[in-house]
């Protein structure tokens, strides 16, 4: 059995890589952690361990990775989706992914980082250009600008109260919001949107863009 360390600052692409990982009989989630304190915390509790984190955790990368091996561990790193991994596996960081990939490719590159191949990196879906994202701005061009500034703060995991005081409403339009969006993008709840966004990189920055107007009105 292959332990699973993940640590991210966005919840709900910790439980959404979770969700995907748990479906594998070989591999089990031992802990998960959201800020860089907990992270060497959960390191030094859990030798031999497989650790997959976010470069938006803006860890040190050389600390990690001598931490990483002092426990005899292995470390795999989720970069964001334009963001090069070159420098993290130059520095001795197993493998890397992009948030937009898929759940086979990360379950992959997983497996073949835990059997000692180094180096792995794995595409992600729509990292290269993006007019080969027509899904992404397909849904991106039906979603109205109060929706995608929901689905801006659904991916940075905030519940519907939340969402509803950003955006000065109420739950029930929120509620209301959320079906036509479901709708659109054809999911079935938060978890599926967020991982759906990830996924189509016209959408993410398109959300992106929308939740950097909410920060700049509030």
Known sequence: MNKIILADNQAIFRAGTAKVLTMEDDFRIIAQCGDAERLYQVLEAFRGATLLFA????LNINQLVERVRAQGSL??????????????LAAGVHGAAHRSVSGPALIDCTRRVVR????????????GS?????????????LT????????LIVQGCK???????????????KNYLRSIYDK???????????????????????AAAGDLILQTH
Do not use: W
């Open 75 to 88: 470390c795999i790193v989720i970069a964001e989706n334009s963001e090069s991994t070159n420098s993290y």
């Open 145 to 152: 600008p109060k929706e995608m500034k929901i689905v801006a």
């Open 185 to 207: 993008t054809g999911v079935s709840d938060r978890l599926e949107l967020a991982l759906f966004t990830i996924h189509h990189r016209m959408l993410a920055e398109a959300a």
């Open 116 to 127: 000692g191949e180094r180096g792995v990196k794995v595409a992600g879906l729509g990292t």
């Open 130 to 142: 993006q007019d080969e994202d027509h899904v992404g701005a397909r849904v991106r061009d039906r």
């Open 55 to 58: 470069s938006a955790l803006k």
């Open 160 to 174: 519907n109260k939340e969402i509803a005081m950003r955006l000065t409403t109420t739950e029930q339009v929120i």
